[in-house]
């Protein structure tokens, strides 16, 4: 009997609508030749729910979302709605934010890897890059993203201060941190957590508490790294990485910096999970919404097509086929077409196409 699988889709604003159409097709192909049971909901997140019903992310998207397998989102974001929730918590300014909060989806699997044939479009000497596979686990539910107070004061002349709040819970550093020596222990088997111990309370309390857990992981080699260092070290050495622990902040800076290793930031995918295992995790692509290009069908859409095979892999534990999409899409990148982002001429459309044979040759 073919497997049910149940999708929330959200494609978002900017390049998001088109690099979902193209996963989409991907998906619709992978369905029939693995015999799957696809049901697909589509919903309207962020500038596009805004725009039709007043809100960045409705409760009947949530509620939906808590309700299938696996969300996928495009991109979301844009000027037009950039100050519409002034003073509003993060969940209020950004439908992403909210969903990510809702679903508890802590845990931000940002893979960042090298393609030989890519190496040329990076600003790195091929010898920094040989085999360079690491992924950025991000915290994606607190830090200074979300903890409050935080706000904007201001007097008689107009704003004074701002300011956010740098903090985490013992409960939610420690989860982070299992799950990054459980993902470490599927790797490579190594480490590297990062922090401002240095400067910062929240730092200091991030390093006690994850050199605590590591003690339940004799067999993870650890080590803790001043986040500031991380970004030169993943500057001259990108080889000694494996998984790089981070909150919310340093995750989401570090896994851009990341993308430089692929070649462009529209390489990348990621997932976003918990650990409950009945619980969906969101699946997107790191980059965001690109006004400038949306439209114009030159969008890469490979870091969403990645984020598919993200949710074979972490979110049905379908290791053969997340290991066929990245099969197709290595192979793409030796064959071409590329799109403008690595130096290509190729379209949205032309690079799914390519990558779609694959899958069908391959399969
Ligand atoms: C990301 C993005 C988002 C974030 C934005 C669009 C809210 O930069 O997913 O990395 O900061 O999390
Ligand atoms: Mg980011």
């Known amino acids: ?87 509003g918590t993060p969940e209020e300014k950004d439908g992403l934010m909210r969903l990510r909060k809702e679903l508890d989806v802590f845990a931000g699997i940002r893979p960042a890897r090298s393609y030989s044939h890519l190496n040329e479009k990076t600003p790195y000497r091929p010898e920094l890059l040989d085999e360079v596979d690491l992924i950025v686990l991000r915290e994606m539910c607190g830090g200074v993203m979300f903890a409050s107070p935080r706000g904007i004061e201001s007097d008689s002349k107009g704003p004074k201060r701002g300011f956010d709040t ?60 001043y986040a500031d260092n991380c970004s030169y070290q993943l500057a001259i050495n990108p080889k000694q990485f494996d998984v790089i622990l981070a909150d919310n902040l340093f995750g989401d800076i570090l896994s851009d910096q990341a993308a430089a290793l692929s070649g462009s930031l529209g390489m990348l995918a990621s997932a976003s999970l918990t650990d409950q295992s009945n619980s969906p995790g969101i699946y997107e692509p790191v980059h965001g919404t690109a006004p400038d290009i949306a439209g114009k069908n030159i969008a890469n859409p490979i870091g969403m097509i990645l984020s598919l095979a993200l949710m074979f892999e972490f979110g049905f534990s379908m290791q053969e086929i997340s290991k066929k999409l990245h099969l197709a899409v290595e192979e793409v990148t030796r064959t071409g077409p590329l799109t403008p982002d690595l130096g290509g001429l190729g379209t949205t459309n032309e690079v799914t196409e390519a990558i779609l044979r694959e899958l069908e040759r391959n399969f």
Request: contains cysteine; negative net charge; proline residues 3%.
């Open 166 to 225: 740098a903090a985490y819970d013992v409960d939610e550093v420690k989860r982070h941190a299992r799950f990054g020596f459980e993902l470490a222990r599927k790797r490579r088997g190594h480490l590297t957590s990062v922090d401002k111990a240095n400067v910062m309370e929240s730092g200091a309390f991030w390093r006690e508490i994850v050199s605590e857990v590591s003690f339940e992981y004799p067999d993870v080699h650890f080590q803790n790294m």
């Open 1 to 87: 009997m073919s497997r049910k699988i149940e999708i929330l889709v959200l494609p978002g604003d900017g390049i998001g609508p088109e690099v979902m159409s193209q996963a989409l097709r991907v998906l619709h192909k992978i369905s029939d030749m693995a015999d799957l049971s696809l049901v697909i909901y589509e919903d309207l997140i962020h500038g596009q729910a805004w725009d039709a019903y007043g809100t960045f992310c409705r409760d009947e998207t949530v509620h939906q979302a808590k309700n299938v397998d696996a969300v996928l989102v495009g991109a979301v974001g844009g000027e037009k709605w950039g100050n519409l929730a002034p003073g």
